[in-house]
């Protein structure tokens, strides 16, 4: 099959892209490189730099492709809580502009990476897609408007379409930024240095970590997966994870004492999350192989930044 990757060089495309290619697919990528890094790309991926409101690059790149892989987005939630316009121009006008060019062309299949942050705070847990979204930022917000822009303008227009949502997906060479970075890189990088761990809130928050390998089997069987037009299918590990918890596995993985505190006024989000993995089970045969312990090993064994650290 002939793919073509929104966000290719970034972390949940590059290795999508490469275990595509692996498969003996043809893939091409589209991507800013605004956080990607194309050095992680197999030579055979041929990446193409440009912007997703970019409709006739989108027209070029279009040509002969059997199914499209929508990843690309800004994804740093307290970043969204700046600039909730360009969130919006990104993840929602940026999917229009791909759905559009898409209809054009001719181009009948659509999976998009969604994210589990659209569930929000939910009393009942684990996550079911059937629950009523409640999104706390424009991040997630604007990942469930372009679910509904995807679903409507894939009825309306005869696409297949699946949205995945893709719970907290971590592993090597996951972007540090330097500020809002994600839990777990965040972690171990203060561990590895040897520096001070900070816990927001009071630590006991959870989240649904999937390391990213698992993340990608899944996205990819949803390419060739029947039955799945129209669907929303979690992606996660089916397990619920503290912050304490992922702080302690850190603690033992790395052999470190960081200092560890706690700022108790920071507001940390939704209290739980946990993805139900029933429907990606059924639908897509998907299981997660992966620990949590083991992910973390992985990544410090896989991470060059990490590696470097403990030379």
Same mark, same amino acid.
Request: charge should be positive.
């Given at each position: 099959?002939?793919?073509?990757?929104?966000?290719?060089?970034?972390?949940?495309?590059?290795?999508?892209?490469?275990?595509?290619?692996?498969?003996?697919?043809?893939?091409?990528?589209?991507?800013?490189?605004?956080?990607?890094?194309?050095?992680?790309?197999?030579?055979?991926?041929?990446?193409?730099? %440009?912007?997703?409101?970019?409709?006739?690059?989108?027209?070029?790149?279009?040509?002969?492709?059997?199914?499209?892989?929508?990843?690309? $987005?800004?994804?740093?939630?307290?970043?969204?809580?700046?600039?909730?316009?360009?969130? =919006?121009?990104? +993840?929602?006008?940026?999917?229009?502009?791909?759905?559009?060019?898409?209809?054009?062309?001719?181009?009948?299949?659509?999976?998009?990476?969604?994210? %589990?942050?659209?569930?929000?705070?939910?009393?009942?847990?684990?996550?079911?897609?059937? +629950?009523?979204?409640?999104?706390?930022?424009?991040?997630?917000?604007?990942?469930?408007?372009?679910?509904?822009?995807?679903?409507?303008?894939?009825?309306?227009?005869?696409?297949?379409?699946?949205?995945?949502?893709?719970?907290?997906?971590?592993?090597?060479?996951?972007?540090?930024?330097?500020?809002?970075?994600?839990?777990?890189?965040?972690?171990?990088?203060?561990?590895?240095?040897?520096?001070?761990?900070?816990?927001?809130?009071?630590?006991?928050?959870?989240?649904?970590?999937?390391?990213?390998?698992?993340?990608? +089997?899944?996205?990819?069987?949803?390419?060739?997966?029947?039955?799945? =037009?129209?669907?929303?299918?979690?992606?996660?590990?089916?397990?619920?994870?503290?912050?304490?918890?992922?702080?302690?596995?850190?603690?033992?993985?790395?052999?470190?004492?960081?200092?560890?505190?706690? =700022?108790?006024?920071?507001?940390?989000?939704?209290?739980?999350?946990?993805?139900?993995?029933?429907? $990606?089970?059924?639908?897509?045969?998907?299981?997660? =192989?992966?620990?949590?312990?083991?992910?973390?090993?992985?990544?410090?064994? +896989?991470?060059?930044?990490?590696?470097?650290?403990?030379?």
């Amino acid at each position: 099959m002939r793919f073509l990757i929104t966000g290719a060089a970034g972390f949940l495309g590059a290795p999508l892209a490469n275990n595509l290619v692996g498969d003996g697919h043809s893939v091409v990528g589209l991507d800013d490189l605004s956080t990607g890094d194309p050095q992680r790309l197999a030579p055979e991926v041929h990446l193409v730099r %440009g912007d997703i409101n970019d409709r006739p690059k989108l027209w070029t790149l279009l040509q002969d492709v059997d199914c499209v892989y929508h990843l690309a $987005a800004r994804v740093i939630v307290p970043e969204s809580l700046l600039y909730p316009r360009e969130y =919006n121009l990104v +993840n929602v006008s940026g999917t229009v502009t791909l759905m559009e060019a898409m209809r054009d062309v001719g181009v009948h299949r659509v999976i998009f990476t969604s994210s %589990g942050s659209i569930y929000g705070n939910q009393r009942n847990q684990p996550l079911r897609e059937s +629950n009523r979204p409640n999104p706390r930022s424009p991040y997630a917000v604007s990942k469930l408007a372009a679910e509904y822009y995807i679903r409507t303008i894939g009825d309306l227009w005869g696409m297949e379409t699946v949205c995945l949502r893709v719970f907290n997906a971590y592993g090597p060479s996951q972007r540090l930024p330097p500020s809002h970075a994600p839990v777990i890189p965040y972690c171990l990088k203060q561990a590895l240095e040897n520096g001070t761990i900070v816990i927001h809130g009071d630590g006991k928050q959870t989240r649904d970590y999937v390391y990213v390998d698992d993340a990608v +089997n899944a996205m990819a069987r949803a390419a060739t997966a029947k039955g799945i =037009n129209r669907l929303i299918i979690n992606v996660g590990s089916g397990k619920e994870t503290s912050v304490i918890k992922i702080v302690q596995l850190v603690l033992q993985v790395t052999n470190m004492k960081p200092e560890i505190v706690y =700022n108790q006024h920071h507001d940390s989000g939704p209290s739980r999350m946990c993805a139900d993995l029933t429907l $990606a089970k059924k639908k897509l045969g998907y299981t997660p =192989n992966i620990s949590l312990k083991e992910g973390l090993e992985r990544t410090i064994q +896989n991470d060059i930044r990490f590696q470097k650290k403990l030379l």
